[in-house]
C-alpha cells in the first residue's frame, strides 16, 4: 500500500509520520521531498527514454534521499536496482521506486511518505500509483501560522501564511471530495493531540491494519531520536503528546495578525469547523496593494531574521539538498537546447 500524507507544514506531520512507523507493517521515514524538488527541474533532462538521461535523474533522485537531514537507517541504493524497480521511466517512477526499496530493506510492503508538499501533485500521484491512500491531516491555520514564524524556511508574514494555507485546504477539500472515503482519510492535529488513540484506531481501521499501542510510544523509538537530533524545531518528538498544544494564536499572535489571518482565511477556517476569534462571519478583509507591499517588505525582513537565528548545523544539513538541487539547475542551463526539452 502506498500512503501519501498531504497538508500545510507546521501542522503535526512528524508526529502523525513517527506514529505510522510504529505499525509493523508500514514504513515511514522522513521526507526528502523528492516530487516537491525535483518536479520543476525535470526539463533538464531531457528525453528519460535515453539511457544516460534516466540514469542521471536515478542517481540525482538517490543522492537527493542520501542528503536527507534526517537518514533513511540501513537503506543503500544501488542505481541499477532503482532502475530495474521503476515501472516507467518518469520522475515517478524512481520516486516509487526509490520507497519502494528502503520498504523492502525495512522488511514491509507499505509505505507512507510525509512530504506534505506532494498536494500540489496528487492527479500525477492518482495517476501513477494504484489505488494509493491518502492522509490529509490539519491543524488550525493560525496555530500554523504562529509556529510557521518559528521554521528556517516558508513565509513569515501572516498575510502570506493566510493565503499559503487557505489555497493547500481548499486542494485538499476538492481532492477530497473527489476521491471519496475509501481513500480518502480526514484528520485534525487537534483530534490526534486530544485523542491520540482514538485517533489512532480509526486510521488503522482506514488502512486495514491492527491498531498498535505502540504508535502512543512512539517518542521513545530510534526514530523519534533522530529527528529530534537533527533540528529543534522537531526537538519535542521525543516527548509524550501534548494534549494542550492548541490555540496558541490567542497568546503568541498579535490582534492585526489573527485578524488579518481570519479576513483572508476566515471562510476555510469556519468550513474545517474553527471558530473564529476576532472577527464575524462574512465578507473577506479587502487588501490594498499598498498594503501587500508592506507585507511583502515585512516577510523578507522575517525571512532574514529566520535564518540568522536557525542553528549553523540544522542549516548545514539543509543546505546538502539544496546544493544538490542548484547543481541540477546549472547542469540544465549549461546543456544543449534539446536536451532541455519538456518530457
Known sequence: MKIFMIGTPRSGANLLRLMLNELPRVAAPHPPHILQRMMPLMPNYGDLNKRENFAQLVEDVCRLVELNPVSWEGVTFDRADIERRSRRRTLMGVYEAVYDAMAATWE???WCCQSLANIAYLPQIDAHFRSPRYIYLHRDGRDVAVSSRKAVTGEKHFYHLARE??????????????????????????????????????????????????????????????????SDLWSNVVRPIMAGNTRKFLHEASEEDIRLFESVAGDVLTALGYDLARIPRGPSRMVSNEDIGRF????????????????????????????LVHEIRLRGQMAPPDMRAIV
Open 108 to 110: 514491509v510492503r507499505s
Open 165 to 230: 494555507w487557505a489555497t493547500t485546504q481548499v486542494m485538499a477539500i476538492a481532492m477530497r471530495e473527489r476521491i471519496g472515503p475509501n481513500r480518502f482519510f480526514s484528520i485534525s492535529y487537534e483530534s490526534l493531540t486530544s485523542q491520540p488513540e482514538l485517533s489512532m484506531r480509526q486510521l488503522c481501521k482506514f488502512l486495514g491494519m491492527r491498531f498498535s499501542p505502540s504508535m502512543l510510544e512512539f517518542y521513545m523509538s530510534d526514530e523519534a531520536r533522530r529527528a529530534a537530533e537533527s
Open 296 to 323: 511583502e517588505t515585512e516577510n523578507r525582513r522575517l525571512k532574514e531574521e529566520a535564518l540568522a537565528r536557525t542553528n549553523v548545523e540544522h542549516l548545514i544539513r539543509l543546505e546538502r539538498q539544496a546544493n
